[in-house]
């Protein structure tokens, strides 16, 4: 028998300049239940992962299977169960939470004895404070919805409340795990500013600072730049009406 523990090691925090994309901590672990692992009468078969958190962070996990009904129940540092999911069904099961003690958490990945295979874990942990970017600055704001796109997503409804997002004039497809930030019926004058500007944005602002970010196309009216994970594309195009459209994209490409 054996138990396994990951331990989460994570840094939250605002860079000299700006946010940083660390301000989530966020992975994706693969893993399996087997039968040599531990049981609990009260849970059945399971994997452990141990994780330290803040009083006030947010904490997002889900874990799915193709060949097993998982389960998750996060246990407090007090040792009392904080979450349990309940899932006879589904080939999936989440956890969101924001965490009310500071100490050293643990989530179990859940299973019944008939139930063994392989199973993916995604999670997402961050300060409540750095995760709403909708007071940021052009700059801060493009890397507030990289971090987010790096994260899967997962802790997006803490970013902008719908107000927030119309406000911003951004939109989320999850469907298509896309941001779309749109400006429309610019004058030509207001909408060559703009895109100089949010081009700028991108090229000395965001790449200057974001390595893993390479710009793979360049025209007069479109960038495009990509990380492993991430397409970030901004285009201008004249509409019939003669005014201008403006299109910030920020994409999980895996």
Same mark, same amino acid.
């Given at each position: 028998?054996?138990?396994?523990?990951?331990?989460?090691?994570? #840094?939250?925090?605002?860079?000299?300049?700006?946010?940083?994309?660390? &301000?989530?901590?966020?992975?994706?672990?693969? !893993?399996?239940? @087997?039968?040599?692992?531990?049981?609990?009468?009260?849970?059945?078969?399971?994997?452990?992962? #141990?994780?330290?958190?803040?009083? !006030?962070?947010?904490?997002?996990?889900?874990?799915?299977?193709?060949?097993?009904?998982? =389960?998750?129940?996060?246990?407090?540092?007090? !040792?009392?169960?904080?979450?349990?999911?309940? $899932? $006879?069904?589904?080939?999936?099961?989440?956890?969101?939470?924001?965490?009310?003690?500071?100490?050293?958490?643990?989530? +179990?990945?859940?299973?019944?004895?008939?139930?063994?295979?392989?199973?993916?874990?995604? +999670?997402?942990?961050?300060?409540?404070?750095?995760?709403?970017?909708?007071?940021?600055?052009?700059?801060?704001?493009?890397?507030?919805?990289?971090?987010?796109?790096?994260?899967?997503?997962? %802790?997006?409804? +803490?970013?902008?409340?719908?107000?927030? #997002?119309?406000? /911003?004039?951004?939109?989320?497809?999850?469907? =298509? %795990?896309?941001?779309?930030?749109? +400006? /429309?019926? &610019?004058?030509?004058?207001? !909408?060559?500013?703009?895109?100089?500007?949010?081009?700028?944005?991108?090229? /000395?602002?965001?790449?200057?600072?974001?390595?893993?970010?390479?710009?793979?196309?360049?025209?007069?009216?479109?960038?495009?730049?990509?990380?492993?994970?991430?397409?970030?594309?901004?285009?201008?195009? @004249?509409?019939? =009406?003669?005014?201008?459209?403006?299109?910030?994209?920020?994409? #999980?490409? $895996?």
């Amino acid at each position: 028998m054996k138990l396994k523990i990951f331990l989460f090691l994570f #840094l939250f925090g605002i860079v000299a300049n700006g946010q940083s994309l660390s &301000l989530i901590d966020s992975d994706r672990i693969t !893993g399996e239940i @087997e039968k040599s692992d531990k049981y609990l009468d009260e849970f059945g078969l399971y994997d452990g992962f #141990l994780f330290p958190l803040l009083r !006030g962070e947010i904490g997002y996990f889900t874990v799915s299977s193709n060949q097993l009904k998982p =389960n998750l129940v996060l246990i407090d540092p007090e !040792g009392k169960v904080y979450i349990k999911t309940i $899932n $006879n069904d589904m080939s999936f099961a989440t956890i969101n939470f924001e965490s009310g003690i500071t100490g050293e958490w643990v989530l +179990y990945v859940l299973t019944d004895k008939n139930s063994l295979g392989e199973y993916e874990l995604n +999670y997402g942990i961050a300060d409540a404070r750095n995760l709403n970017i909708a007071s940021k600055n052009d700059c801060d704001q493009l890397v507030g919805l990289v971090a987010h796109a790096n994260n899967y997503f997962l %802790l997006f409804d +803490y970013a902008l409340t719908p107000a927030e #997002l119309k406000r /911003n004039n951004i939109s989320f497809d999850s469907s =298509n %795990l896309e941001v779309v930030k749109k +400006y /429309n019926n &610019l004058s030509t004058e207001k !909408g060559n500013n703009l895109f100089v500007k949010m081009k700028d944005d991108i090229i /000395n602002c965001f790449l200057r600072n974001e390595k893993d970010f390479k710009i793979v196309e360049e025209k007069t009216d479109f960038i495009s730049s990509k990380s492993d994970k991430v397409i970030i594309s901004l285009n201008k195009i @004249e509409k019939s =009406n003669k005014t201008f459209e403006i299109t910030l994209k920020v994409k #999980l490409i $895996n």
